[in-house]
Nanobody, 121 residues
Framework: QVLLVESGGGLVHPGGSLRLSCAAS????????MGWYCQVPGKERELIAA???????NYADSVKGRFTISRDKAKNTVYLQMNSLKPEDTAVYYC???????????????WGQGTLVTVSS
């Protein structure tokens, strides 16, 4: 079994910063791409940022220049540095990883449980 556990969410004022972390644990052989998604009530989950195993990154237009995704492969951890936060960034943020488990035959998509980010004055 593989678990992705997010941390770092919370309440922040507009213009502030937060750093989200997502650590993968369990019977992991390797992790391919990892990413961060956000979701607000009544809307579909949408991709915010992704990073490949080769450290290529891509971002949603709404967060370009404000958010930075990075990863520590040795720790099976992905981060999301969120700067210049806006009220519209308020959402539940989910971590995602393409994980090859030990003894597996292909990459499987694994989701974290989500962490709430609230941007409000």
């Amino acid at each position: 079994q593989v678990l992705l556990v997010e941390s770092g969410g919370g309440l922040v004022h507009p213009g502030g910063s937060l750093r989200l972390s997502c650590a993968a644990s369990g019977s992991i052989f390797s992790i391919n791409a990892m990413g961060w998604y956000c979701q607000v009530p009544g809307k579909e989950r949408e991709l915010i940022a992704a990073i490949t195993s080769g450290d290529s990154t891509n971002y949603a237009d709404s967060v370009k220049g404000r958010f930075t995704i990075s990863r520590d492969k040795a720790k099976n951890t992905v981060y999301l540095q969120m700067n210049s936060l806006k009220p519209e960034d308020t959402a539940v943020y989910y971590c995602y990883g393409d994980v090859w488990v030990v003894g597996g035959h292909n990459y499987l998509g694994v989701w974290g449980q989500g962490t709430l980010v609230t941007v409000s004055s």
